[in-house]
């Protein structure tokens, strides 16, 4: 749109500059004094600074002496009339400096202006010679109004983008009165111009004073209303903006980057040569160009991996969504068209809309670069920021790409002075920060304002509840979820220690300690409502930056518990009551803050459903992997241990006995005694095979009446010696469970490696023993009589 403004003012200059240059080839000096009056009247009202105000500029009043002129002067005398006017009007204030082109356009519409203007004029003289000045100067007023002010207003209606018929009414329509005014103050001119000097003065003064008077006033209210406008416009945006940073603060380091985006994107956009209303749409537009993400879930936008397709899609609706939030908004200026294509890429693979090359507004390409350079070189959940340079490199990677090679070279040039102003702008929008409450906020104020801190710490807090949810959920094994889980509290809460108390049976016993003074809590137990922690367990209070001296440690370590200065405490209250407290020790006073207390407070309920399922699930492992008569590892885990222990000697070259027993005479127990003697005796024999091995001994129930025994490292002697006591005393349980010597032991044993090499070889091997020795002892007690006891006696 930019190149079809600057297309249609270079026409209408070339049209001006023909039609001027035409005149001055006619040049007389017929009607010399009075040309020389209305040229100083006109070069009077323009030093005055009354002029109709637009956008593209303003047109000076003079146009009343240009009307006058076209009954009394040649043309090219009004023309130049018109010309001198509009020029003075223009370089009247030297600080603005001057705009060429701008200048040019204005001159030449006065030229188009004037010319038709003249020629309307005299057509009606033609048609109408008895009295047409009173119908002719009204209308070449009307027609010098619209041909001065149509290619001023299609010039801004191009350039902003904006509906012609609202430049139009808004900017333009209101001076058409004033024009006509201006006519019939023409009219008189021409009248009195017979009449001598003075009487001119009395009779033209009087009404030059009241078209400037009336004139000023409406300058005076357009002013009020515009600068209304503009308030109202400003306060519009502060709100937004508000909104916009509320939605950004996830994170408080999001205000910087709404201030860096700001920043780079005016300073690039003036780069380009964007005027004041387009830089006004865009740095909105860079500080709201992530508002239609209140539409993307959190758990999308902080994820710290990478997006799924489906995730992906999601995302894409926030240029759509932002957008038309903003068209709601009415700014005066384009935001929204912006805002929707600032994810659009040159060539074409962008969204929402696939916009390619120049079909992208120059605003949103501006943005799309900004936008990358400034999240390539901030930090974000899934990465580090880059060196700016580095993140430069990146985006020029992107150029002819994903962006407008014009726009990214723009960007090179200054990118680095652009920084330098973010920095500069920022510390002193910080040091400014302190205004009295009653101040408006600045422009370029972006300093972190007290609730943005609140809004960000809540936004923290709910990101980090969804953290530890995620903790909580991923393992069932409750040693491990507790060790992730207090590495990450570490990152939250300003601990030394950290300890889970559980209750077992109304005991509360340190199940879990991570930190300093893990020796000072190992062990720990104590009657719930004893101590802190069993107070905030039996009263179901948290306790916050308590002295910890009533904990029961100080007579493990004096010193060490005497250094420790505060406590937070939780009760861990489940569905099924209290399963014990989540207690954090600091040796500084007051280490702990209200937000900690709150955060664990939200966790606790969810850390106690995991204790609780944990615990359940520990039970119905044992039930999966121990005996449930005996309290021995059954079959599943004696084969785990055994392959564990085999692969163990395989490595280090180990020696190992796996011994396998067998009740003799237990079906005899069960017919005669009942079953329920033979659970006992099984009991028995359990708990006597296992009080005679070694602590990392392995003892299990294989089945029925056979168990196993797993001895790393023991001989054949040493095995043989614990055969005879064991079976001796399995045989005395028997003869003192059922007042008879009804039951014995057959004992089979195979030795790493010389028996075999697997879990099944050793069993194999050591059943096959059993037996053997079990039909040999059968023989002999057939033969002689002895006891299993005696026999085992003379057998080794």
């Known amino acids: 749109m930019k190149t079809k403004a600057h297309l249609f003012r270079i026409s209408i200059l070339a049209l001006g500059l023909v039609l001027a240059v035409r005149q001055s080839l006619d040049w007389t000096s017929a009607g010399e004094p009075v040309f020389l009056v209305y040229l100083g009247m006109t070069v009077l009202t323009s030093l005055m600074r009354l002029g109709v105000p637009t956008v593209a500029g303003t047109i000076s009043v003079g146009f009343v002496f240009v009307l006058a002129s076209l009954s009394q002067l040649p043309l090219h005398q009004t023309m130049l009339i018109g010309i001198t006017g509009t020029v003075i009007h223009c370089l009247r204030d030297p600080k603005r400096g001057v705009d060429w082109l701008n200048l040019s356009f204005q001159t030449a519409v006065v030229v188009l202006g004037v010319e038709a203007s003249n020629a309307a004029y005299h057509r009606i003289l033609e048609a109408l010679p008895a009295g047409g000045t009173a119908a002719a100067l009204p209308l070449a007023g009307t027609v010098l109004f619209l041909v001065t002010a149509f290619p001023l207003a299609a010039t801004t209606a191009l350039s902003e983008k904006e509906l012609l018929r609202r430049i139009w009414q808004n900017r333009f329509l209101w001076s058409l009165p004033y024009y006509l005014a201006g006519a019939a103050l023409a009219g008189l001119l021409t009248a009195v111009q017979h009449l001598p000097l003075w009487k001119n003065v009395v009779v033209i003064g009087p009404l030059m004073f009241l078209v400037y008077r009336a004139y000023s006033l409406q300058l005076d209210s357009l002013a009020r209303e515009r600068q209304h406008a503009e308030e109202l416009a400003t306060l519009q945006l502060s709100m937004v903006e508000a909104l916009a940073l509320a939605v950004e603060s996830k994170d408080i380091r999001a205000v910087n980057h709404l201030h860096r985006m700001a920043v780079f994107a005016v300073g690039l956009g003036r780069e380009l040569g964007l005027g004041d209303d387009q830089l006004k749409s865009l740095r909105a537009a860079a500080v709201l160009h992530d508002i239609?993400?209140?539409?993307?879930?959190?758990?999308?936008?902080?994820?710290?991996?990478?997006?799924?397709?489906?995730?992906?899609?999601?995302?894409?609706?926030?240029?759509?969504?932002?957008?038309?939030?903003?068209?709601?908004?009415?700014?005066?200026?384009?935001?929204?068209?912006?805002?929707?294509?600032?994810?659009?890429?040159?060539?074409?693979?962008?969204?929402?809309?696939?916009?390619?090359?120049?079909?992208?507004?120059?605003?949103?390409?501006?943005?799309?670069?900004?936008?990358?350079?400034?999240?390539?070189?901030?930090?974000?959940?899934?990465?580090?920021?880059?060196?700016?340079?580095?993140?430069?490199?990146?985006?020029?990677?992107?150029?002819?790409?994903?962006?407008?090679?014009?726009?990214v070279a723009a960007l090179e040039r200054v990118y680095l002075n652009l920084e330098e102003q973010a920095r500069t702008s920022r510390s002193t929008a910080v040091s400014d920060s302190a205004r009295k409450p009653g101040d408006p906020p600045k422009e370029n104020d972006l300093s972190t304002p007290p609730f943005l801190e609140t809004i960000a710490a809540a936004r923290r807090e709910e990101q980090s509840l969804l953290e530890f949810t995620q903790i909580l959920g991923s393992s069932l094994h409750l040693q491990e979820t507790l060790s992730v889980l207090a590495r990450r509290f570490r990152k939250q809460i300003p601990?030394?220690?950290?300890?889970?108390?559980?209750?077992?049976?109304?005991?509360?016993?340190?199940?879990?300690?991570?930190?300093?003074?893990?020796?000072?809590?190992?062990?720990?137990?104590?009657?719930?409502?004893?101590?802190?922690?069993?107070?905030?367990?039996?009263?179901?209070?948290?306790?916050?930056?308590?002295?910890?001296?009533?904990?029961?440690?100080?007579?493990?370590?004096?010193?060490?518990?005497?250094?420790?200065?505060?406590?937070?405490?939780?009760?861990?209250?489940?569905?099924?009551?209290?399963?014990?407290?989540?207690?954090?020790?600091?040796?500084?006073?007051?280490?702990f803050a209200p937000s900690h207390l709150s955060l664990l407070l939200a966790i606790a309920p969810k850390l106690a459903i995991t204790v609780e399922n944990s615990i359940r699930f520990r039970e119905a492992e044992n039930q999966a992997t121990f005996d449930f008569l005996t309290g021995l590892p059954n079959a599943g885990a004696l084969f785990v241990h055994l392959q564990n222990e085999l692969a163990r000697c395989a490595r280090t070259n180990a020696t190992l006995a796996v011994v396998v027993c067998d009740l003799d005479g237990f079906k005899m127990v069960n017919d005669r005694f009942g079953h329920l003697t033979g659970n006992k005796l099984l009991q028995l024999v359990g708990q006597c095979l296992k009080e005679h091995c070694r602590e990392y001994d392995f003892v299990a129930r294989l089945g029925g009446d056979e168990f196993v025994m797993v001895l790393p490292g023991a001989t054949e002697d040493a095995v043989k010696m614990r055969r005879r006591r064991v079976a001796a005393l399995i045989e005395q349980a028997g003869a003192e469970l059922t007042g008879e010597r009804v039951v014995s032991l057959s004992v089979g044993a195979a030795y790493y490696p010389q028996s075999g090499r697997s879990a099944e070889e050793m069993l194999t091997f050591a059943d096959t023993r059993m037996y053997e020795d079990k039909a040999l002892r059968k023989a002999m007690r057939a033969n002689s009589g002895q006891t299993a006891h005696n026999w085992l006696a003379n057998a080794d």
């Open 495 to 591: 601990y030394d220690t950290m300890v889970l108390f559980l209750d077992h049976n109304g005991v509360l016993e340190a199940s879990f300690i991570e930190g300093e003074n893990h020796s000072l809590f190992s062990g720990l137990t104590m009657a719930r409502g004893e101590g802190l922690s069993g107070v905030v367990a039996a009263e179901r209070r948290p306790a916050l930056n308590v002295d910890p001296a009533p904990e029961p440690i100080s007579s493990r370590d004096p010193e060490r518990a005497a250094r420790l200065a505060s406590v937070l405490a939780v009760p861990l209250d489940g569905p099924n009551g209290v399963l014990g407290t989540l207690s954090f020790y600091s040796e500084r006073r007051n280490a």
């Open 292 to 407: 239609g993400q209140v539409a993307v879930p959190d758990h999308i936008i902080m994820k710290p991996a990478r997006l799924t397709p489906e995730e992906f899609e999601r995302l894409k609706v926030h240029p759509d969504v932002g957008a038309d939030i903003l068209e709601r908004a009415q700014f005066p200026y384009p935001v929204a068209p912006i805002v929707r294509a600032h994810h659009e890429r040159w060539d074409g693979a962008g969204y929402p809309r696939q916009l390619k090359g120049e079909q992208i507004p120059l605003e949103a390409r501006i943005l799309s670069a900004v936008d990358a350079l400034i999240a390539l070189s901030s930090d974000r959940h899934h990465r580090r920021a880059l060196p700016l340079a580095k993140a430069m490199d990146t985006v020029k990677q992107e150029s002819g790409k994903a962006m407008d090679p014009q726009v």
